[in-house]
């Protein structure tokens, strides 16, 4: 089974719905079930393609967004019009936080920009956001616990019993297997959004996907300059998609 296909996906949030309660992470107190997160390290657009085929399986998850991205802006227009519409759809939009923005900041300061950062999400959903987890922290080795959030890396929802990711499009288990432990105590699934596509291709399927998605915002912005539109015509998507067929498989 290819879990990175929009079927092979689609099949395992379905039995992991049948199996146990299923659930953004502000929604669990103590209860058993499967805490479903994603964090959104690339694109927006593909976050909220992903958030449709969730709620198309009947279930509401938690979707983790950096605002210090280099690849995407949450307070682009398209961005904030994503976000408000997953928020009012019923999923969590939660802060997706990158410490090594701030390298000389010691934790009280840490918190305080970890709040401001939530602040310019919750102004985007019109709402509170509540959650949050860290970007990369096994890269620079820090899982520190905020005061005031629902940590994704709070020791009682993560640990190797408790918490299988999809990082690096692997599965450390078979990820079927672990969402039905969920019927008995809590457990926590992460699966990227940019991981996911109608194909299920690998590395950089994902990657290319995004570049096709920009290039075409990049093209539409620049169709309006003649000098452009004489130069280059309908010419710049192609030179990106002829550089690669054999990865578009
Ligand atoms: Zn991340």
Redesign the pocket.
């Known amino acids: 089974m290819n879990y990175f296909n929009n079927h092979g996906v689609a099949a395992l949030l379905r039995h992991a719905a049948s199996v146990a309660a299923v659930f953004p992470l502000r929604a669990w107190t103590a209860q058993p079930g499967v805490i479903l997160r994603h964090?959104?390290?690339l694109d927006v657009q593909a976050a909220y393609a992903f958030s449709r085929l969730v709620a198309e399986c009947g279930i509401r998850s938690t979707f983790?967004f950096?605002v210090t991205a280099e690849t995407y802006n949450v307070n682009a227009a398209p961005a904030r019009r994503m976000l408000r519409a997953m928020a009012d759809d019923g999923f969590e939009v939660a802060l997706?936080f990158?410490p090594q923005v701030y390298p000389e900041a010691d934790a009280a300061l840490l918190a305080r920009h970890a709040r401001t950062e939530g602040d310019i999400l919750a102004d985007i959903i019109g709402g509170p956001v509540t959650s949050i987890?860290?970007?990369?922290p096994s890269v620079h080795g820090s899982f520190m616990l905020l005061d005031g959030w629902n940590n994704a890396y709070d020791p009682a929802i993560f640990g190797p019993d408790r918490y299988l990711s999809d990082s690096r499009m692997r599965f450390r288990s078979d990820p079927l297997a672990f969402v039905a432990q969920g019927a008995e105590r809590i457990v926590q699934l992460l699966l990227?959004p940019l991981h996911y596509s109608q194909s299920g291709g690998p590395y950089p399927l994902p990657m290319l996907n995004y570049l096709e998605r920009q290039t075409r915002m990049v093209d539409t912005m620049f169709r309006v300059n003649s000098e452009y539109q004489d130069r280059v015509g309908d010419r710049l998507l192609g030179a990106l998609t002829d550089a690669v067929p054999h990865w578009k498989l």
């Open positions: 964090d959104v390290d983790f950096l997706h990158d987890s860290l970007h990369n990227h």
